[in-house]
């Protein structure tokens, strides 16, 4: 499959040796030649100087046959036009782009534009490592009728079966994190101490599962 990247910062660089080293081909795009530097010399891809939303420069890059496009460049309107072009233009369906400024990520991702919001993000991990926020918001879809949170849960859950969880929520609970490594659920697996617990959940029922978790489960 080949991806076209637009910016060879940290994250593009890093994006392109990662989709490079799972047998991938690569375009990376930036205005800055020296940029390509970050790629080190053990990358294959193809390297275009421009902007990421030029047509020419994304036909160089293969836009045309691209299966994903990547908007990572440090500049929000530059990202949201690329990714436009890719999906408008050239009918690219899988693209993805980097903004900074909150609000505008969810105006964008309201026109299907999927975003991510890196000062949001951030802001939101730092924080829940300070206070208790409650649920973490890790993934919603684009409605925001659908959540991947990370919730709490009262230290009598400990020991039950995550099949047990699930049935009481009425919602999945597809994984959890032990001692640092993320793992998916089965109807095996039981709720340990420390683990951090990962479900799936409807927007209309967030406050009724934390509730539930948040209490001890009822023994009846």
Avoid at 189 to 197: K, N, Y
């Amino acid at each position: 499959m080949h991806y076209v990247i637009m910016g060879c910062g940290r994250v593009g660089s890093s994006l392109a040796r990662g989709l490079e080293n799972r047998g991938h081909t690569v375009a990376v795009i930036d205005v800055v030649v020296d940029a390509f530097r970050r790629l080190g010399p053990s990358f294959h891809g193809t390297t275009v100087k421009g902007v990421g939303f030029d047509r020419d420069v994304l036909i160089t890059a293969g836009i045309q046959h691209a299966d994903g496009f990547a908007a990572v460049s440090n500049g929000d309107n530059s990202n949201i036009l690329g990714a436009r072009v890719a999906r408008e233009n050239f009918g690219v369906a899988n693209v993805v782009a980097r903004i900074y400024d909150p609000s505008r990520a969810q105006v964008y991702e309201r026109l299907g534009i999927p975003t991510v919001a890196t000062v949001r993000w951030a802001a939101e991990q730092i924080m829940g490592r300070l206070i208790d926020l409650g649920p973490e918001f890790l993934w919603r879809d684009p409605s925001g009728a659908v959540r991947l949170i990370r919730v709490s849960y009262h230290p009598d859950w400990v020991g039950t079966p995550i099949s047990v969880i699930q049935k009481r929520l009425r919602t999945p609970v597809p994984a959890l994190a032990r001692f640092g490594t993320a793992i998916t659920t089965d109807d095996t697996t039981v709720l340990q101490e420390h683990d951090l617990l990962y479900t799936m959940v409807d927007q209309s029922r967030l406050e009724q599962c934390r509730a539930l978790l948040a209490n001890p489960p009822d023994k009846n």
